[in-house]
């Protein structure tokens, strides 16, 4: 994979997550424990996400819940209900060629948004394994992307 960075403004335990999944090559920070207040101990399987920034050209990491369907890869755009998209959303809709690595295996993506049909059957899975997602939405105005990464063979 190319040299990314972690942007500036990610939350201390995303930064924490996304550099023991890289210091471990992938063996640890694959499948993520989260402890909610409202909901208890979660398990969620996360990948890391390189996009091109839009603006600089540089490489930036984003780790990220995922969920996965017929070969294929997806993430939420949620921003935790923020009223913006993440930047890494703004960033794959300029670029949408991405590298991610889901455990140890590092893989070249074209990222999609998901719409009609395939978006609300994927959002469903999504609230499977992260329900918070739902708080997510009744907070921001949006509709939150559900962002299909399709691995180039």
């Known amino acids: 994979m190319t040299e990314a960075k972690l942007p500036k403004n990610l939350p201390d335990w995303m930064v924490e997550h996304a550099e023991r999944y890289l210091a471990s090559g992938g063996t640890e920070g694959h499948m993520h424990k989260a402890t909610l207040p409202e909901r208890g101990e979660i398990i969620v399987p996360s990948l890391l996400l390189t996009t091109t920034g ?4 540089e490489k930036f990491l984003f780790p990220l819940y995922y969920g996965s369907e017929g070969g294929s890869y997806f993430v ?20 949408p060629d991405v590298e991610i690595q ?21 959002w469903k899975k999504a609230l499977e394994f992260w329900p918070p997602y739902s708080d997510y ?5 949006r509709e939150i992307p559900v962002v299909v990464l399709d691995p180039i063979h």
């Open 54 to 57: 839009r603006k600089s050209g």
């Open 137 to 141: 939405q009744s907070k921001t105005e």
């Open 76 to 95: 939420v755009a949620s921003k935790g209900g923020a009223p913006e998209h993440p930047g890494w959303y703004r960033n794959i809709l300029v670029d």
């Open 102 to 122: 889901v455990g140890t295996q590092k893989i070249k993506a074209r990222a999609r948004t998901a719409t009609g049909e395939e978006r609300e059957r994927l």
